[in-house]
């Protein structure tokens, strides 16, 4: 006989409507619980679909039988999921329901590009559209929950996991995150399709020394509000029901142990009621760092900061009931956890059914439906950035005799997915560049040929790649980074192109001195492009564009697609330079404008200081003409808007789309402000010949910051303001604010 969760029984004996809040049904079922109980929910293990950290093994059946597990990461399929949540609740002593968690990141079948190559879409709906497919697909396969978005800020191009983000600047993350959070979440978390999501990684794990991965981070806690906490306090207000701590330490406290960060900030100031889950085993970390002494002191300082949930580390199942016994955490601590998970289940409605995402059907037809894959390919031409086009070598024309395809990267269908490819196919379903090619080119137009690999250093393609260089037309190259070169723990010292792929170019330019050669990159960081960009005439940044890559880059080299992205992260000229950021201060003495003509200022003597690539660029095939600015009034009350308009006219041959964007900075403050900050952005399509006015408002709550008291408002004085292309432009215009 099939029993009924002992929850069931006793919360329909007590007669608690369904139409009662949430908050009701859990507290009535946590009086059924054991202490030892309410520690199983804030326990999670990893089942073996997939392995996302270090090995940890666990007995996940006994562990759900003993209610000692509340959710399971990589853990999905239907029948996976089916025979876990079968044992959770039916064999359990409540039955209360599972939660599966995964790391969906930027798709779960269909996949997008990476998230640093979203971002540089700058188009909200769009990243809206990515994660709703993605929690479409997942939840298909029994996913509840999924780790992201990842919303660190980062100014570090050595750091593999600025892949994963969404760049360097706060305003824009703050967007992102909401974009994201909105797509993932829907606007009824108790649909099968929605899942829940999660701001990670909490706090300043972007900040990381060198760009090591899971380094040290310091900082004041001046740039900790104004840059690195603010996406996280946007993804609450956009009703994020999951937070997850870091790996590094945040000022000599690592971030799974902040109570600082996770109590004062988070609950106390910003009111967050979902739940904190750690980072893999980072609570155990904290051995290692220094900060507990063992796994019984590291359970206790987790919980005390206000970490709910334990990811695979296992310290809180064991050791949990022990320290509240000995008065070391508050049982209030534990209730509240328990209380928070079980919310976000009832949330998703697995007390109605625990099995509602689990269905066979679904499952079978959700995954690669056409209009994902469609979606997934103009996604990802909107993401790809055109650094340069010398000569207008772009976009090719299909009647060109023969087109030579060279590098590593032409022919692949694996890299393409880019890292966290979730459970991305990366050999059948994904289109490679080569095939991409076949909506444009007769075969008898491509001469391909590898050249040489990403990583190993034999030479012995060149002399065939060569080759068909001189015999082709036009030269496209398609080289970069090899995908497991971004993402987590894989931050580089150097960033050149890897291998000797910058050897084939040049050997490739000096036997082709006049023809045009455009390098087509995938890769998930910044690179340092500053000898290409001589050798080539056109480079086009399409970061690991997923699926659809392959037709979409396409789409783009044969001009079907106008380029539109624009980069969401500096560009270095050199590793040296790092980090570099265009919302950096000015100093006391600014960088010179005419490099190296400085003595004694803020100055390199062998590089200039600007970046190769600023914030905000990307070209397009058209061109576009920004009128001067014009400005309501140059006077801003605390009660009055002032609106900052610019015409914006396509003066080219190509419609396309133009993302215009507003900067504002505030010239003296109590505590110094940055040279300049995007406030605004909007991105607009242009017909051929077309002329859009494009319209700020702007307030007062646009000119906040914390100050050195750590009080966040406004300063009156003067504030210069652009809308502009991109970041590297000076002001001309300004306004003043006033009492
Ligand atoms: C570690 C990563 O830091 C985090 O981003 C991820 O969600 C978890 N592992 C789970 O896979």
Redesign the pocket.
Known sequence: MKLKPLYIVVISCIQISFAQNYEAKVDSLMQLMTLQEKIGQTTMYSGNWDQ??PFVGSDNGKYIREGNMGAM??AMSVKGTRDLQKIAVEESRLGIPLLFGY?VIHGHRTIFPINLGLSASWDLKMIEESSRIAAEEASAEGIHWT??P?IDVSREPRWGRIS?GAGEDVYLNNRIAEAYVKGFQGDDLSKHNTILA?A??YVAYGAAQAGRDYHTTNMGEGELRNVYLPPFKAAVNAGVEAF?S??NELNGVPTSGNKFTLRDILRDEWKFDGFVVS??TSINEMINHGFAKDSIDAAKIGMNAGVDMD?VGDVYRLHLQQLVEDGKVSETYINDACKRILMAKYKLGLFDDPYRYIDEKREATTKYRPEFLAKAQEIASASSVLLQNKNETLPLSNTTNTIAFIGPLVKDKADILGNWAAKGDRYGKAISIFEGLSAYLKPEQILFAKGCDILTDDESGFEEAIKISKQADAIVLVMGEDHHMSG?AASRTDLKIPGIQPKLIRKIREANLTKKITLVLMNGRPLNLSKEVELVDAILEIWFPGTMGGAATADLLFGKVNPSGKLTVTFPRNVGQVPIYYNMKNTGRPIPEHWPKADYKSNYIDVANTPLFAFGHGLSYTSFKYSELKLSSETLTYSNAIEASIEVSNTGKFDGYEIVQLYIHDKVGSVTRPVKELKGFEKVFLKKGQTKTITFTITVEDLKFYNSEMTYGVETGEFEIAIAPHSDFKFKHAFNLID
Do not use: I, R, S, V
């Open positions: 996302t950290g990461l990589n790391d780790f992201a990842m994963e999660c990670k990684h997850m870091a790996f980072d893999y990811m987590e």
